[in-house]
């Protein structure tokens, strides 16, 4: 590969560097995280945070997006003894919608031979979790979520979790046992040994994801992967690969390659170009083809719109939007065409056949969420998702991972009965969601619409958040976009952890407060989510290097700076000796109080 | 004035018109609504949306600055025969910071002598209230509310209210009230007679104030006047002017004159300008002139740190971030160097002498905000909204009317107890939070991080939310900022809006989301909160006049939009007869399902 191989955003964080944590059980665990270091005036070790970055921000790896990422699960996957390579399916015309020769994207140069399940076994994380083995992939979230702090159980909650169950220390055999209960998943497809594992589930940290994604309108694979790259450097947990017309295929490949996260994809979008982009002539058969096409590239959850059953489509008709979910608009249109149930839905054994031989997680798809604020918790978005719960039990019957999309539009107050019906039906498979929304009005916004629905609802339980870009209703999403919608969700993720409690959570609220009151500029700027802008908009009113140890800001200037008054109140009470002074003064207080509360 | 005289933002919104409605008990008001009107196809009426924006966006009125707004209430002020004018106090070189003559921002060319209460009378809306009195500015706030809506009291209510009173019909009876019973306030200084009344309290619309203001630093009053233009424009319900440093005195009064929404500021801020910047020289006589001064230029409301006691000051010693309350910080210094509780609170009687007579209401400050999510709800922030609400009790009896500032920075499971001890403590008077922001962590997002806890205790039952912008903690937000704050803000308010069930307040989301299903493209940047802003962001992807009109947008081309999909089965299934379709569909999907449940 020469001209194809874009250029993608490499480089370390300001003050940070990547650390890797060895595992106990697995010796050659090596689960990355970042390290911000402090100002020395600070007396503070070095914070250690959550790390989605890779090894793009890796000064110490060279990566090169032709060669692809290190497949550092590959002798994991290879040990368990219960996979085997073959040769695969060939790529057809048909997988990239049949585009000329000189616009057809380039293949990736090294294309590894697939694997799946020997014949009878299940190889998904569930099945391993269930027969009591805790997996590499266990341990290395197990730590991935720790991030180096001493185990809580000593420490007094502060938070509410709605009956969660979050543990004070985060062990391998809890993760082992969340897993096996399908309370969370790990998604890792044993065809995408690049990815660092992560774990989906109530009990553990609030993700995000970010879609991405050609369209037939707009934008190419360069511009694909590097938006990948962008979007895990800000935070994203996993990304989806929504692309639709042409280069589907290969482009999904040079993301796969390079992702260190999960990958998702909605199989019908590539389906449906194979035939021609009519929805009645999808038939199982390409359908099926597609599933096994993505399974040998590596996806690691495919959304998959089975819950949606022809009686439901009725109870769409009189919506304000209809239905807005593109997977399950397309199904509704076959269902209605052929008169019968999807092959979804009649398929769903065989489709579990499918994951289970390479361990795809389901991320059952909610093709009749809500796309207003009136169309919130109707009819037919509660049928679905009952229908959602069945088939969890289902694929948990195959030993399949499972997650349960949500919605979408919904109004504050009509959050909380999504969650607590989604626990119900779904016996508490992760949930995944869209925002959600909580108002229609502001498109060019709704990063912020979504923002608060989704803080709300990852604090009530969902696991992980999917992304909303500012041009959401408008447009496929820039560079700018899309960190824009990851740090606007990671803010939303990590609200949800404070309030529900997680252990460590606070750690670094603590340190940036820290910082801010002890006026280290420089530390409150490498601490924050987003470094580049914190330290742009101090630097747009105050630039002088002097500036960032000045002991104010350009907000209210030297005179009113409120910390600075407090630390000479600090300083003088001190002197005094804290409770005589407390004591004293409520003794005085009381004698200066001319006023009584004279209610007329 | 020629040179000084800056340029503000005039003209109308995009498709939209200004209209204004009639009083029926007081023939002379005119309450100015914003009308927006949709594209034929529709066969909707133009939607009516409550407008901030004063005669800026009306072509119909021509404004000049340094003329001023017409005063619509001076009027109704005077017709009440319980005021007079008075010669007022004389600009002193103290009152602008003793700034050179060579950049002394110019004196408004305009000035009106004040009026004041006329002896032993007592000119607050409150009073008039407690009277049984219906004034032209509580008719008007009944009109703008009801937004020209039908009574909704036949309406079924979607929303949680959390016990608030919130009526299917607003009457000016009902206005008055809930202003005589506390829980809500109109701000209107008898001096501001350009103000168009709004109103706060938990029955009605969530209010948005954005700050803004000149600091020792940066920013000039032609900036100033602007940014309010602006902000009012984008949704302000009030203006707080938070100016230090130099010429405040006339910044200020530029602001007023051209403000139609209520200004309020905090008067300690110039007080400490008067004494050099040394908080222990500050005076109650110093504080008094200052109140006395702003209250003739007619500032709507008062932020006053009375609530702050000297046994208090030690509770923030062990604080993460100490006190962050600009004006907190200075009484707690106050208190701390003479020993002795606050002028603010021993002269707090005298103070709302002051306020009753020129109709000032107050905005009783919360100096022990917390500043950082560990100092959250601690016993230094819950000790001082006690003391406020023994302070809303005397201003009460004093006819004074009152609101309650909150925080700051709370985590999500936290934000509930502030709004619930405030309701307990202050007896519903109406609260008004600064944010919360939900998260630390988050520099340069921080509308966003606030903009989460915003629409939360706005649901819960906040009254008006205090914008925060990107530049928190970093800089002074310049006009972009201001704009983002504000529509930030607008968001939350409307979610709360909505979730409170608020009748009516789905109007908007609903046209909305009509014309997004409908593909009314322009309508949908019409009717949204930024119209130009969804428009450009469109218009990045599919700039050609005809794609407003396409049936689908660049997120998903043509072969994916859902939406249109949606249209082709509403077509088909309105052909086959909906109940019957629906009827049928769920017997045959009945036969359809092989699966069961095999949970195992």
Redesign the interface.
């Known amino acids: 590969m020469t001209t194809s191989s874009p250029t993608v955003t490499t480089g370390a964080f300001p003050a940070s560097r990547k650390i890797h944590v060895s595992g106990s059980r697995h010796k050659d665990i090596r689960v990355p995280m970042r390290e911000i270091e402090l100002h020395p005036s600070a007396g503070e070790q070095p914070l250690t945070v959550y790390d989605t970055s890779g090894p793009y921000s890796d000064p110490a790896v060279e990566t090169d997006i032709a060669r692809g990422l290190t497949p550092l699960r590959r002798n994991w996957i290879l040990a368990r003894g219960d996979v085997e390579p073959y040769e695969g399916r060939s790529v057809q015309p048909a997988d990239n919608g049949f585009v000329s020769a000189d616009r057809l994207t380039p293949a990736f140069p090294d294309l590894r031979r697939p694997l799946r399940a020997k014949a009878g076994r299940a190889v998904t994380q569930l099945a391993y979790a269930r027969a009591g083995i805790v997996t590499p992939e266990m341990e290395f979230v197990a730590i991935r979520e720790t991030q180096r702090r001493a185990a809580a159980s000593q420490e007094t909650r502060d938070?509410?979790d709605f009956g969660a169950s979050i543990p004070g220390d985060i062990t391998p055999e809890f993760v082992r046992d969340e897993i096996a209960r399908g309370r969370a998943i790990i998604p890792a497809n044993v065809n995408h040994p690049e990815s660092e594992p992560m774990i989906i589930g109530r009990n553990f940290l609030v993700k995000v994801n970010a879609n991405m994604g050609t369209?037939?309108?707009?934008s190419s694979m360069a511009e694909e992967v590097d938006k990948m790259v962008w979007a895990i450097r800000w935070g994203a947990d996993t990304v989806m690969d929504l692309s639709?017309?042409r280069n589907i295929h290969n482009t999904r490949e040079w993301i796969v390659r390079n992702s260190p996260v999960p990958i998702g994809t909605v199989p019908i979008?590539q389906a449906?170009e194979k035939v021609g982009?009519v929805?009645e002539e999808l038939t199982w058969e390409v359908y099926r083809d597609t599933l096994i096409e993505q399974a040998e590239q590596g996806v690691d959850y495919f959304t998959i719109h089975a819950g949606l059953?022809?009686?439901m489509?009725?109870?769409?008709?009189?919506r304000?939007?209809?239905?807005?979910?593109?997977g399950?608009?397309?199904i509704?249109?076959w269902c209605?065409?052929h008169?019968?149930?999807s092959f979804l839905?009649?398929r769903?054994?065989e489709i579990c056949d499918i994951c289970r031989a390479y361990d795809v997680s389901f991320s059952l798809g909610d093709g009749l969420r809500p796309?207003?604020?009136?169309d919130a918790n109707d009819a037919a978005q509660f049928a679905e998702l009952e229908t959602l719960g069945?088939?969890t039990?289902?694929a948990?019957?195959k030993d399949c991972q499972v997650m349960i999309e949500g919605p979408g539009?919904v109004?504050?107050?009509k959050i909380k009965e999504n969650m607590d019906k989604q626990i119900e039906c779904c016996d508490e498979a992760p949930f995944y969601t869209l925002g959600p929304l909580?108002?229609?009005?502001?498109?060019?916004?709704d990063?912020?619409?979504s923002?608060?629905g989704a803080?709300?609802i990852g604090?009530f339980g969902c696991a992980m958040l999917c992304y909303v870009t500012?041009?959401?209703?408008?447009?496929?999403p820039?560079r700018d976009d899309v960190k824009t919608g990851v740090?606007?969700y990671?803010?939303?993720a990590?609200?949800?952890d404070?309030?529900?409690?997680l252990p460590g959570a606070?750690a670094?609220?603590?340190a940036?407060?820290?910082a801010?009151?002890e006026f280290r500029w420089e530390d409150?700027?490498n601490?924050?989510?987003?470094p580049d802008?914190?330290r742009?908009?101090?630097d747009?009113?105050?630039p002088k290097d002097a500036h960032k140890v000045a002991h104010f800001?350009?907000?209210?200037?030297?005179?009113?700076?409120?910390?600075k008054?407090?630390?000479?109140?600090?300083a003088?009470?001190?002197k005094d000796g804290?409770?005589e002074?407390?004591r004293k003064?409520?003794e005085?207080?009381e004698l200066?109080?001319?006023?009584q509360?004279?209610?007329?």
Do not use: N
Not at 553 to 563: A, T
Not at 565 to 570: E, K, L, P, V
């Open positions: 938070g509410e369209s037939a309108v707009t639709t017309g979008y449906l982009g929805a059953r022809l009686h489509v009725p109870l769409t008709v009189d304000v939007t209809g239905i807005v979910s593109r399950g608009s397309i509704a249109k209605l065409h008169h019968r149930e839905y009649e769903f054994e796309g207003s604020i009136a069945e088939l039990k289902i948990w019957a539009h109004a504050m107050h909580t108002t229609d009005i502001a498109p060019g916004y990063h912020i619409t923002g608060i803080a709300m604090w500012p041009k959401e209703h408008l447009g496929l820039d740090i606007t990671k803010i939303a990590h609200a949800a404070l309030a529900k409690g606070q670094r609220d603590d940036l407060s820290r801010r009151f409150q700027f601490l924050s989510l987003d802008t914190a742009d908009f101090h747009q009113t105050l800001c350009s907000m209210c200037g030297p005179r009113f700076c409120s910390m008054i407090s630390h000479d109140i600090r003088e009470a001190h804290m409770a002074m407390a003064y409520r005085r207080g200066y109080v001319p006023l509360a004279t209610e007329g």
